[in-house]
């Protein structure tokens, strides 16, 4: 079945470093990518989506690109802040399915220091 | 938007007794999906509902568990006879048709069966 498989953590950064947390998926079909993420104490919140190869997801410095030939979507930001710090979930909603399923990846923490 | 909002926030109880968690989705939102989180993994999918079908449901939701959404609007999960391996965070999340690849995330129900 489909799956999600991304680096573990915890990834600790100084503040302003460049951060890269990877993703690859297994996947039939054409599914939809996104990155969620989760601050302490807080729900899931979309963070950024790709619907089909070569599109980049962007939003608050973050950015992911669906590379199909990679099977990949790894999200990139130049420089974390302190408030970046969070645990960040790679996940694929089924291609062809009648529901948005979302199959996550185990999560990522980044802990980002002054 | 006052968001989705779950409840209890935690709830532990003994081995073989009965749980029910409540969910109030985003008032205009159709779409309402249950997912199950344990320690270090990524959230994994129960069921969907599209108003007040319940439209699938994994395979991971064994016969002691069931969801409702009587009206189309809150819904509920029981789990009927715990086991310690029901142990887990219970997340809500619901979408509209218009956007429905946008999950919104409650903060979760945190169960500890004793």
């Known amino acids: 079945g489909d799956s999600v498989t991304q680096m573990e953590g915890p990834v600790t950064l100084s503040e302003e470093a460049f951060l890269t947390i990877n993703c690859t998926y297994t996947a039939t079909g054409y599914p939809s990518l996104f990155w969620y993420v989760q601050y302490p104490g807080e729900g899931l919140q979309l963070l950024l989506k790709a619907t089909k190869a070569d599109d980049k997801g962007s939003n608050k410095g973050f950015e992911a690109t669906y590379r199909k030939e990679t099977t990949s979507f790894h999200l990139e930001k130049g420089s974390v802040q302190v408030s970046d710090s969070a645990v960040y979930f790679c996940a694929l909603s089924e291609w062809g399915g009648a529901t948005n399923k979302l199959i996550f990846g185990t999560g990522t923490l980044l802990a980002v220091q002054p | 938007d006052t968001g989705v909002s779950q409840n209890p926030r935690h709830k532990i109880t003994k081995r073989g007794q009965n749980v029910t968690f409540r969910c109030d989705p985003i008032s205009e939102h159709n779409r309402l999906y249950w997912y199950r989180q344990t320690l270090g993994q990524g959230p994994e999918f129960l069921t969907y509902f599209q108003n007040e079908a319940q439209l699938e449901k994994s395979r991971l939701l064994s016969d002691r568990f069931s969801a409702e959404r009587p009206k189309g609007s809150f819904s509920t999960l029981e789990i009927q006879r715990t086991e310690q391996g029901d142990s887990a965070m219970y997340l809500c999340?619901?979408?509209?048709?218009?956007?429905?690849?946008?999950?919104?995330f409650g903060s979760g129900t945190q169960l500890s069966v004793l």
């Open positions: 999340a619901s979408s509209s048709v218009l956007n429905d690849e946008k999950l919104f």
